[in-house]
């Protein structure tokens, strides 16, 4: 195939990915409405508005079940997943986007660098918005989890002032700053909506994935069947849940040598490469056109995830 049919259809290639990224992008920001309020407008209207058509819901076939792209993203859990980073995408969205980036990453490096680099640059940039999703998840956890003792407190105080649990819940969602005051506040207004307490609780723990908020939902739910001072068990949590902050700091602080060391030794090796590439360029490529060059580059590689594992496994202490 020549060059004069090549060129166009990267450049076609690239277009439509970007097209379909901006057009992910521009759906995701214009969908404001939360699925509860979806829910509330579709039950308070006999008709749904689909495009210029007005469809009735008694219409619609009652053998309408989800195709094989649904399941398979379901199965996936990526719904959970970006719940949980409060990113506000569907899953069929985060699919196109990572697809997008992986189109045009390859495209790209078809039409100006080579085809070998194509398959490479789309695992990377394909990649790019799962590291985000990743990210985002990891942070929102750990603010969470730095919050929970405040939010335990603050419903016992609520309780020795004589108010309900409910109440301390919502007193929660009101006054402290997410992610923890929406959680909460969507766990409060379940149980206002009709769901029992316990089911909100157990749902909360499901979205948030914390062992400590376990112990609340657990110690909330034995308390409403036997009866106790729920007050002053949510102290005891909170104290439990500082204490190991505080002996988590201290591990840090231990192993902060280990963890620069392992930093130094896995970033070395890709730096002193990119530096020898730009010093002599033919000495690296031989890494790549050799034969045993690109065995001993495999080796390297795989090598340097094994060190990071083991480096990761003994700097790493759970508490």
């Not at 008694?58 to 989800?66: H, V």
């Not at 409060?188 to 307490?197: K, T």
Request: net charge positive; glycine share 8%.
């Amino acid at each position: 195939m020549g060059s004069s049919v090549i060129i166009p259809a990267v450049l076609a290639a690239t277009f439509l990915g970007m097209v379909a990224l901006v057009g992910a992008i521009w759906s995701a920001i214009a969908q404001r409405q939360s699925a509860a309020e979806l829910r509330l407008a579709r039950l308070a209207s006999p008709v749904r508005a689909v495009g210029e058509q007005t469809v009735s819901l008694l219409a619609e076939p009652l053998t309408d079940q989800p195709g094989p792209w649904d399941r398979l993203v379901e199965s996936l859990r990526l719904g959970r997943l970006l719940e949980q980073a409060g990113i506000r995408l569907s899953s069929k969205q985060f699919c196109l986007v990572s697809l997008a980036l992986a189109s045009g990453a390859a495209a790209l490096m078809a039409a100006f660098v080579g085809w070998v680099w194509m398959i490479p640059a789309a695992v990377v940039a394909g990649s790019l918005p799962a590291c985000v999703v990743w990210f985002q998840r990891r942070r929102r956890l750990q603010a969470f989890a730095r919050q929970l003792p405040d939010a335990l407190e603050l419903v016992a105080r609520a309780l020795r002032a004589g108010h309900s649990l409910a109440a301390g819940i919502h007193l929660v969602g009101q006054e402290m700053a997410e992610p923890i005051g929406g959680e909460f506040r969507r766990c409060y207004e379940q149980q206002n909506l009709g769901v029992a307490l316990e089911e909100a609780l157990q749902e909360m723990t499901e979205r948030v994935p914390n062992l400590d908020l376990r112990f609340f939902a657990t110690a909330v739910i034995l308390q409403r069947q036997t009866g106790g001072d729920l007050a002053e068990i949510l102290d005891k949590i909170s104290r439990l849940i500082r204490e190991r902050f505080q002996i988590w700091g201290q591990i840090q602080a231990l192993t902060g040598e280990g963890r620069l060391s392992g930093i130094v030794l896995l970033a070395l090796p890709p730096v002193l490469f990119v530096v020898m590439y730009f010093l002599n360029p033919d000495y690296c490529l031989v890494l790549f056109r050799d034969p045993m060059g690109q065995k001993m580059l495999l080796g390297a590689v795989v090598m340097q995830v094994l060190g990071a594992l083991v480096i990761r496994k003994i700097v790493n202490i759970e508490v």
